[in-house]
């Protein structure tokens, strides 16, 4: 285990979560929600319906396999590994995290990746209590600060147009064929 800053996450009902910090430290804030993924914590950081959220997994440890390549396929310019081309929750939390990955495909931490992409991480929380908590209430604003730094505000991402933020700008073509297939893009996964 190496040196962590605490970390503290916060609901909007006044309950506290202490842990320790594996990612960018910087405080955040948005809604908070959870994951009962097994795997896949590289899709779920970029699925883009978690824009704004901060997110909570079940499954007790992360980091274990790392984080694979971010090149994208030749065939059709998409990536093999990823829902999108960046991580869209504010944060992601969890109950332990592994700091040395061990998977042929990692290209690198998790960690790495989220000091690299500014989204902060932090674990030692009890993600049982959390879940629970969030499963009898319902999701609940949140926030995330970190011993000896500022403490903001909580931010409700639903008061955002968070599909302008996830929807591509330009049209994109991808493949080749006689037929056409026509998606308006609300935040799709590039899978």
């Known amino acids: 285990m190496q040196d962590s800053r605490k970390a503290v996450l916060t609901l909007e009902d006044g309950s506290k979560f202490e842990g320790f910090s594996f990612g960018y430290e910087n405080p955040c804030a948005g809604e908070v929600v959870f994951n009962t993924a097994m795997t896949g914590y590289p899709e779920s950081l970029t699925d883009p319906s978690y824009e704004g959220q901060i997110l909570v997994t079940t499954y007790p440890i992360l980091g274990n396999y790392g984080v694979p390549s971010a090149e994208k396929s030749t065939e059709a310019n ?3 590994y990823f829902e999108s081309s960046r991580i869209h929750c ?18 690198r931490s998790l960690a790495d990746w989220l000091k690299d992409e500014k989204i902060p991480g932090i674990y030692g929380i009890d993600t049982r209590a959390l879940t629970k908590l969030l499963r009898d209430k319902g999701s609940m604003l949140g926030k995330i600060t970190f011993e ?19 929807s591509t700008r330009e049209v994109k073509e991808f ?17």
């Open 78 to 80: 998409v990536s093999d």
């Open 90 to 107: 504010e944060a992601i939390v969890c109950q332990d995290y592994s700091w040395v990955p061990s998977h042929w495909q990692a290209t």
């Open 148 to 166: 000896g730094g500022e403490d903001i505000e909580f931010h409700d991402p639903n008061k955002e147009n968070l599909i302008a933020k996830v």
């Open 175 to 191: 493949g080749e064929g006689e037929k056409r297939v026509v998606l308006v893009d609300c935040g799709t996964k590039y899978n």
